[in-house]
C-alpha cells in the first residue's frame, strides 16, 4: 500500500508540475518584417504572429510575443532570455543555437527588386550580373551561404535594420538592388505606394525555403517543440489557419 500511496503521489506531482509549466507564460521574440510580424499593427499583426498565437492557445501555452530589432532578437534566443523567435529561415549557424521544428510555418523565396527604369538594363541570372552593383540587405538575413559568400567577396552590399529602409534608398538611386523576400518586398511596395517604382526580378530566385518558428537550445526542449509542430501541422488543417493564410496572401 506504501508503494500504490509513493506512485500516486508521484503521478499527482508530475500533473501538477505539467499543469504549472503549462501557465507559465513564455516570451517568443520577433521584429518587424512584413506580411510575417508586425506588432504595432493591431489589424494586421502578420502572418506569423496570427498563426503562432493560434498554436499555442491549442497547446494552452501562455506566450508574450515582444518586438525587438532583428539582431537583437537573435542574441535573445542564443542567451536563452527568450524562448522563441520567428520569423526564421533555416542556417547552419542557426541550428547550432536553435531547433527547427518539422513542420515550418509557410515557405517563402530571396529575389532581388530594382527600379522600374532599370529593367532591361539589370538582371540576374548569375552573380555576375552584381558585381560592380550596390545591394541593400536586411542586417542579419540569412539570404543564402551563396549569396554571403559573393557579397563579403566584393564588398558590394549596405545593410539596415528595417527593409523599407533598403527601398527607400533603392527609389532614390542609392542602391542598384535590393535582396529581401518576395512576400516581404511586395508588401512594402503596396504599403509604400511604390508599385510604379520598384518591380521584383522573379525570373530566377536566390533561394526557396521554408520559413520557422525556432526556438532556444537554452530555454526549450526538443519535447517542447515537437509538440509545437505537432500542433501546427494539425492548425493548417483548421479553417482558422487557412483564414489567416488567405488573409496575408491573397
Given at each position: 500500500m506504501k508503494r500504490l500511496f509513493s506512485i500516486v503521489a508521484f503521478c499527482l506531482l508530475l500533473s501538477t508540475a505539467h499543469s504549472v509549466s503549462a501557465q507559465k507564460t513564455i516570451e517568443i521574440a520577433t521584429d518587424v518584417w512584413i506580411p510575417y510580424e508586425n506588432l504595432s499593427n493591431k489589424e494586421a499583426p502578420g502572418f506569423s504572429t496570427e498563426v503562432v498565437r493560434l498554436v499555442f492557445s491549442t497547446l494552452g501555452q501562455k506566450i508574450e510575443i515582444k518586438e525587438y530589432p532583428w539582431a537583437r532578437a537573435v542574441s535573445l534566443i542564443q542567451d536563452g532570455q527568450s524562448a522563441g523567435l520567428f520569423t526564421a529561415f533555416y542556417s547552419e549557424e542557426r541550428a547550432g543555437y536553435a531547433y527547427f521544428p518539422e513542420e515550418p510555418l509557410t515557405r517563402d523565396k530571396w529575389i532581388f527588386f530594382i527600379r522600374?527604369?532599370?529593367?532591361?538594363?539589370?538582371?540576374?541570372?548569375?552573380?555576375?550580373?552584381?558585381?560592380?552593383?550596390?545591394?541593400?540587405?536586411?542586417?542579419?538575413?540569412?539570404?543564402?551561404?551563396?549569396?554571403w559568400d559573393f557579397a563579403n567577396e566584393q564588398k558590394n552590399f549596405e545593410t539596415v535594420t528595417a527593409d523599407d529602409a533598403n527601398f527607400k534608398k533603392l527609389v532614390a538611386g542609392r542602391l542598384d538592388y535590393v535582396v529581401t523576400t518576395f512576400a516581404n518586398g511586395m508588401s512594402i511596395i503596396k504599403s509604400s505606394g511604390l508599385a510604379d517604382d520598384v518591380v521584383p526580378l522573379t525570373q530566377k530566385s536566390i533561394q526557396e525555403d521554408n520559413v520557422y518558428l525556432i526556438f532556444s537550445k537554452k530555454a526549450t526542449t526538443p519535447e517542447f517543440v515537437l509538440s509545437f509542430s505537432n500542433a501546427l501541422k494539425k492548425a493548417k488543417q483548421t479553417d482558422q489557419y487557412k483564414e489567416i493564410y488567405k488573409k496575408y496572401f491573397n
Open positions: 522600374k527604369k532599370d529593367v532591361g538594363r539589370l538582371s540576374f541570372s548569375s552573380y555576375e550580373d552584381l558585381k560592380g552593383k550596390r545591394i541593400g540587405v536586411l542586417r542579419g538575413a540569412s539570404v543564402s551561404k551563396e549569396f
